[in-house]
């Protein structure tokens, strides 16, 4: 099968949306014929070169980018066979499709995230998209199915009024041979200053619904009572300052470290060195809630613990007592029972991340994912 996903966030761009893109072609390509159309970026080639599709990329100027986008659909779906495009987010890959679909014929499929479609008036990109409403929801009904990756995605999708039987929730996964449990190299945990500490770890963007806060404040409690603990915060992000000052407010500046961005590599090592991945994720506005979180998955896969908070699509991410605890992410008190049961007790630690390892290989990988989507490109639609 010839499938081309369209996509507009992607390498050498970080993010969940971009792994989703990159994670699904490389799963896809084991067995079929994948092409990445997306735009051009600096360093492009490093990715492009060493994965085993092709990708093509277009000038990265708005609207002559939507123009060669145009151009270049047309010529793979007429000339080379692609009769199944993926497009990556509704705005503008949907809408372009969606379009693109009057003249000629082929089938398309959108997938659904959670702020890439809840949109609200912060930006004037989001102001233009808030007003193209009804034609997102056109775009939706109109494609062959909505790929939501989570429940919670799913059902934002039919209060806006998108038909409940066009949508298949197919979750993201982990990367089960990166993402493996083991010691991190002597050389990493000089290079972070590691040794003799026990971390709890966050690897997300500095977004304020992500809540990093959250742990901040109940960091002092944690650390009176566990006097060798640290918290390592991997990722950048608009809320930095406001962290920064609410460490420095707290006086934890020796005890909260501001990684920023790390190579995969590193990411991997990090989880391999925490006690506790936490991520309580809270939703504040449209744009600004966990869809997904799939650092909570790729946690999970190195056999830790994973603490994620009650909201967004976190519930697809984490398996409530089995691979980690949902907690309220507006409760400090709650946080803090949770990291003192786990910091307090080894053996219940291992035996979690031993669970959660086993429940992604059979539930969360990306093989399980692609296998889903193509179950779905291969259907044929039920006749009334």
């Known amino acids: 099968?010839?499938?081309?996903?369209?996509?507009?966030?992607?390498?050498?761009?970080?993010?969940?949306?971009?792994?989703?893109?990159?994670?699904?072609?490389?799963?896809?390509?084991?067995?079929?014929?994948?092409?990445?159309?997306?735009?051009?970026?600096?360093?492009?080639?490093?990715?492009?070169?060493?994965?085993?599709?092709?990708?093509?990329?277009?000038?990265?100027?708005?609207?002559?980018?939507?123009?060669?986008?145009i151009i270049y659909l047309f010529y793979y779906i007429v000339f080379r066979g692609y009769k199944k495009i993926l497009s990556q987010v509704w705005f503008p890959c949907g809408l372009i499709t969606y379009f693109l679909?009057?003249?000629?014929?082929f089938d398309y499929y959108c997938a659904a995230f959670g702020s890439d479609y809840l949109d609200d008036i912060t930006t004037h990109?989001?102001?233009?998209?808030?007003?193209?409403?009804?034609?997102?929801?056109?775009?939706?009904?109109?494609?062959?199915?909505?790929l939501a990756i989570s429940n919670y995605s799913a059902d934002r999708l039919v209060e806006m009024g998108v038909k409940k039987e066009n949508i298949e929730i197919i979750t993201p996964g982990a990367d089960i041979k990166k993402f493996i449990p083991g010691n991190p190299s002597e050389q990493f945990?000089?290079?972070?200053?590691?040794?003799?500490?026990?971390?709890?770890?966050?690897?997300?963007?500095?977004?304020?619904?992500?809540?990093?806060?959250?742990v901040i404040k109940v960091l002092p409690r944690v650390l009176?009572?566990?006097?060798?603990?640290?918290?390592?915060?991997?990722?950048?992000?608009?809320?930095r300052t406001y962290l920064e000052n609410l460490v420095s407010e707290r006086n934890l500046k020796e005890r909260v470290i501001f990684v920023?961005?790390?190579?995969?590599?590193?990411?991997?090592?990090?989880?391999?060195?925490?006690?506790?991945?936490?991520?309580?994720?809270?939703?504040?506005?449209?744009?600004?809630?966990?869809?997904?979180?799939?650092?909570?998955?790729?946690?999970?896969?190195?056999e830790k613990v994973a603490i994620g908070g009650r909201s967004g699509g976190v519930i697809n991410a984490v398996f409530d007592g089995t691979s980690g605890i949902l907690i309220d992410p507006?409760?400090?008190?709650?946080?803090?029972?949770?990291?003192?049961k786990f910091l307090s007790d080894k053996e219940m630690r291992k035996q979690f991340g031993i669970q959660a390892r086993k429940w992604v290989?059979?539930?969360?990988?990306?093989?399980?994912?692609?296998?889903?989507?193509?179950?779905?490109?291969?259907?044929?639609?039920?006749?009334?």
Request: hydrophobic residues 45%; charged residues 30%.
């Open 1 to 69: 099968m010839k499938i081309l996903f369209f996509a507009i966030d992607y390498r050498p761009l970080l993010g969940g949306i971009a792994t989703y893109t990159e994670e699904l072609a490389l799963s896809l390509s084991k067995d079929d014929e994948i092409v990445v159309l997306a735009p051009w970026m600096k360093n492009a080639h490093l990715y492009d070169n060493k994965n085993p599709f092709k990708t093509v990329r277009v000038i990265n100027i708005w609207a002559l980018r939507e123009f060669m986008f």
């Open 101 to 105: 679909s009057f003249f000629i014929r």
């Open 125 to 146: 990109k989001r102001r233009i998209k808030y007003r193209l409403f009804p034609l997102k929801i056109r775009t939706f009904n109109a494609s062959k199915k909505v």
């Open 189 to 214: 945990i000089t290079k972070y200053n590691l040794k003799n500490k026990r971390v709890i770890l966050t690897v997300a963007r500095l977004d304020l619904h992500k809540g990093h806060d959250l």
């Open 224 to 239: 009176e009572k566990f006097l060798d603990v640290y918290y390592y915060i991997v990722g950048e992000g608009p809320e």
């Open 260 to 302: 920023g961005y790390v190579s995969e590599e590193e990411m991997i090592e990090f989880y391999q060195t925490c006690e506790i991945f936490v991520m309580p994720s809270r939703e504040i506005r449209a744009d600004l809630v966990e869809g997904f979180g799939i650092t909570l998955v790729e946690a999970a896969a190195c």
């Open 330 to 340: 507006q409760s400090e008190e709650e946080l803090f029972l949770v990291l003192d």
């Open 361 to 384: 290989e059979k539930e969360r990988t990306w093989e399980v994912s692609a296998s889903k989507i193509k179950e779905v490109m291969l259907s044929k639609p039920k006749k009334n």
